[in-house]
T-cell receptor
């Protein structure tokens, strides 16, 4: 059973516009959420994170929003650039004692930014 | 430069053979992890280790084995018992109790 869901396998946007990537989770024990960016045949790179005690975190062009009541988070990229084209993974960390290092990943969303 | 290295980048093996994937980090991280990625799938946790000489099974540990004799190294052996070994394997590390995990470049294993 998927605990972290990225329901959109792909997203296409124009350069300069906003990209919004969505992620839903089911486990209320998750206390920390991360977004990773991945290019083909490479390892994921950390992008931005948010603690469950916050509802927004911003880093340059990237902003993550967390709605705990809806168990939903989103990543906003403004403005989108062609170099942002990659697969974006949402991940969640559980607060369960000895297992709190485990991350649960969604299946990813392929973002394509068109020039 | 600190980072995580995985070797080789591409690996081919014949069905029925065991193969070991290397993962080394010089970030002084205590925790290390192995993930598997299949097409259209997210990353699934195989094994993880929070400290030297200790490791735990992840969500899909069957057919795999690991060791953690040194802080810097966390090799993964894909045994002949793994039914579908062809995949992209990723190693990661983090500080004890740390938040983000740092990933290596990955090894693509193909079983012929």
């Amino acid at each position: 059973d998927q605990q972290v869901k990225q329901n959109s396998p792909s997203l296409s946007v124009q350069e300069g516009r906003i990209s919004i990537l969505n992620c839903d989770y089911t486990n209320s024990m998750f206390d920390y959420f991360l977004w990773y960016k991945k290019y083909p045949a490479e390892g994921p790179t950390f992008l931005i994170s948010i603690s469950s005690i916050k509802d927004k975190n911003e880093d340059g062009r990237f902003t993550v929003f967390l709605n705990k009541s809806a168990k939903h988070l989103s990543l906003h990229i403004v403005p989108s650039q062609p170099g942002d084209s990659a697969v974006y993974f949402c991940a969640a960390r559980g607060n369960s004692g000895g297992s709190n290092y485990k991350l649960t990943f969604g299946k990813g969303t392929l973002l394509t930014v068109n020039p | 430069d600190g980072g995580i290295t995985q070797s080789p980048k591409y690996l081919f093996r014949k069905e029925g053979q065991n193969v070991t994937l290397s993962c080394e980090q010089n970030l002084n991280h205590d925790a290390m992890y192995w993930y598997r990625q299949d097409p259209g799938q997210g990353l699934r946790l195989i094994y993880y280790s929070q400290i030297v000489n200790d490791f735990q099974k992840g969500d899909i540990a069957e057919g795999y084995s690991v060791s953690r004799e040194k802080k810097e190294s966390f090799p993964l052996t894909v045994t002949s018992a793994q039914k579908n070994p062809t995949a992209f394997y990723l190693c990661a590390s983090s500080r004890t109790g740390g938040d983000e995990q740092f990933f290596g470049p990955g090894t693509r294993l193909t079983v012929l």
